[in-house]
C-alpha cells in the first residue's frame, strides 16, 4: 500500500530541487514499482500547477462522501488542460490526465475489493418462500398482493380468494394485466374464464381483464401450474392458448405444466397430467397425451414418457428430486429460497434423490442433501445471498 501523503512530498521535493540522496532512491523504487506512478512524475516534474492538485488528487481517500470531491477536482483539472493553447503543453497533458484516470481506476477497483471482503459475512440459515406477488395494471399501477392470502380471483372485480374487494373493475374495454412472483414468491390466480393458475417462483402472466372471441390468450415467462376450464362458444369448445418465448401451447380443457424460465438452457418443458394438448413451434405441431413431456427450443419440438409427480410436486409445497443434476436441483432451490450460487469446478457431476417440503428452511434442505457428499457455505456480500457448493 502507497502512503500517497509521502508520494506527493517527494514529487514537490524533486521539483524544487531539495530532494537528498536517499530520498532520490526511493523516489526511482517508487517509481519502478508502479508504471501509473512513474508516468505522472515524469509529465508533473515540468507542470507546476498542477502539483498542488495532484498531491490533492493523491490524499483523497474512496470514501462516499469524498467522491464529488475528487470528480470536482478533475473537472477542475481538464478545464486548466483546455485553457492552455500550445501544442507542446496539450501533449503533455495527454498523459498526464491518462496517468490520474488510471489511478482513479486502479484505487477503485482495489477499494471494491476490499469492501466486497468487509461487506461477505456467513450466515446461517434463509426462510422458505411465501405468498408474494404483484399485478401490474395497464396503466402502470402495481398493486402489492396479501401475504397473508393464497390468490386471486378475476371476474366483475378483482379480489382475493376470501371474497376481500381488492379493485372494482371498469369492464367497457379489454385490458391487459401481469401478475408477478419475485424469486421466494408463489402466488394463485383465477381468470375470467375459471381457467385456474398456479405460478412458480419468479414468474410473470400477462392475462386480459376478460377474454373475448373465439381464443383465450394469455402470455407466461417462468413456471405455472394450468387447471383450464372448458368454454363453448357457438357450439365449439374455445381454445385456451398459452404463449412462452419458443412455443405455444393449444388446450381446450385440461391441466398441465408448463416451465419456460429464460435463465435454463433454451429449452422449455410442458407436462400433460389430463386432457390433450398441441405444441406449437414455428411450422411445427406435436400432440401431447398425460404422462408425456413436450420439449420445444431453437431447434423444435420432443416429447417423451415421464413420472408427471416431480414436475408438479411444488404445486402441492413439495421439492422430489428424482435423478435430478445437481445444478438443475440447486437452481431450483435459489428460486424458491432466493439466492445466487456457485458451484466449484471440482465438484464432479452427481443426480439426487429426495423428496423434501418447501416449507423446511434452507439449511434443513442443505443438511438432506449433503448426504450425497457435498457440502455448502452460504454467506451475504451487498444486498445478495451466496451459497457456494463444494466437496
Known sequence: MYDTSEI?????????????AEELIKFSELAEENPSIRSLLLIIEDDHTLLEDTAIYLNLSMEEEKVGRRNRLLDKTFAKIHKRSKIMLFRKAIPYVAAVLVLSLSTLYYYSLEQDKLDIVLIEDLAPGSNRASITLADGRVIELSQDQHGV???????????????TMDNSEIVHATISTPKGGQYQITLSDGTKVWLNADSKLTYPSRFNGDNRLVELEGEAYFEVSTVAKKGKKAPFIVKTSFQQVEVLG???????????????HTTLVEGIVSLHVADKTLPLFP?????????????????????IAWKDNQFVFEEIELREAIKILSRWYDFDFNIDNAVKPIHLYASINRSKSLKEVLNILESSGIKFRLERGGERNKLLIFN
Open 8 to 20: 506527493a512530498r517527494l514529487i514537490k521535493r524533486k521539483i524544487e530541487g531539495t530532494i537528498t
Open 153 to 167: 380471483v378475476l371476474n366483475d372485480q378483482l379480489q382475493y380468494e376470501d371474497g376481500t374487494l381488492i379493485q
Open 254 to 268: 385440461t391441466q398441465f405444466n408448463l416451465k419456460a424460465y429464460p435463465d435454463d438452457p433454451g429449452d422449455t
Open 291 to 311: 404422462g408425456e413431456q413436450g420439449v420445444s427450443n431453437k431447434q423444435g419440438i420432443s416429447k417423451r414418457r415421464v413420472d408427471v409427480g416431480p414436475y
